[in-house]
Each structure stands twice: as C-alpha cells, then as structure tokens.
Nanobody, 115 residues
Framework: HVQLVESGGGLVQPGGSLRLSCTASGFTFSISAMSWARQAPGKDLEWVAFIASDDGLSDYADSVKGRFTISRDNAKNTLYLELNNLKTEGTAMYYC?????????RGQGTQVTVS
C-alpha cells in the first residue's frame, strides 16, 4: 500500500532554515509528480510546491517563491523541501502528497514551528 512518511520538522527562529524529507513506498516514485502542502492552525490546506517526475519542472506558491526549494532523489524514493528565511506565518503542518488517479494521498505530516 502507498506510504508517505514526512520528517525533518521542528522549532526554528524567524529567518532560520529547515530541510523536510518525505520517504515514499508502495508506488513507482520515479514516474510520479509530487507536491508539498501545509496547513496552519485554523486555516485551510495550502499548496506549497510541485515537482515533476524527472526533476525537470517545479513550481511554487507565491508566498514561498524564492525561499523554499523542492527536490527529489528518485534512487532513494525521497522528496525534499528546503525551507529558508522562515517567517512566523510558516508555522504549519507540512505534508507531501501525490495524486493517484482521482485520489490525492498525503502522509501524516511534519510540524514546523517558527517562533
């Protein structure tokens, strides 16, 4: 079955950095486009970044463009999100996600707190 396991979150000061990881299993990661999303307390889920299967195309929400970098290692079935110059509004649960047909799947998330 499909598993997405996020890690790397934590407490960081404003202006700090973190690197999130998402280890995938149960599907062919190397041919799958992936994305990151986040949900801040009391707010809706927000899409953050997208990366194509071959690492050749990526896109970002305007709120994180220039500060966050999405990448992947297909040999390790792992997706990454580098968070730089974090702001307090970056406090959220961060999820990696994949669309399999009409179904969108996410992991359990990793908490990032900027304070």
């Amino acid at each position: 079955h499909v598993q997405l396991v996020e890690s790397g979150g934590g407490l960081v000061q404003p202006g700090g950095s973190l690197r999130l990881s998402c280890t995938a299993s149960g599907f062919t990661f190397s041919i799958s486009a992936m994305s990151w999303a986040r949900q801040a307390p009391g707010k809706d889920l927000e899409w953050v970044a997208f990366i194509a299967s071959d690492d050749g195309l990526s896109d970002y929400a305007d709120s994180v463009k220039g500060r966050f970098t999405i990448s992947r290692d297909n040999a390790k079935n792992t997706l990454y999100l580098e968070l730089n110059n974090l702001k307090t509004e970056g406090t959220a649960m961060y999820y990696c996600q994949i669309d399999l047909g009409s179904v969108r799947l996410r992991g359990q998330g990793t908490q990032v707190t900027v304070s």
